[in-house]
């Protein structure tokens, strides 16, 4: 039986992570809050970031940006576009 989730980006209820995606309370927060639809799209689009933007994982910058990003991504809220990126049509 797949684990559901009321997915804080979608408000309704979906399958869920099959483990928390990071050790410690943000992921259990993640794992709790966040379906498995999202978190693979948060996945494409943090590589698209990365990519984009150039960021150097090595620099505390860099990985606080993607955090914020990451924040804001799953809880719907405006976060940065990849520049020249155009989502394909439906």
């Known amino acids: 039986m797949t684990r559901t989730v009321h997915c804080r980006k979608y408000q309704r209820e979906l399958p869920g992570l099959e483990a928390p995606p990071y050790p410690g309370p943000k992921g259990e927060i ?11 799209e948060w996945q494409k689009y943090q590589t698209m970031l990365i990519n984009e933007k150039h960021l150097n994982m090595r620099d505390v910058a860099s990985r606080q940006l993607l955090q914020s ?12 576009a990849v520049e020249g990126y155009v989502p394909p049509e439906s």
């Not at 794992?31 to 693979?40: D, H, L």
């Open 30 to 40: 993640i794992f709790n809050e966040v379906s498995q639809q999202a978190w693979t």
């Open 69 to 80: 990003e990451m924040e804001k991504f799953l809880a719907s809220e405006h976060y940065q």
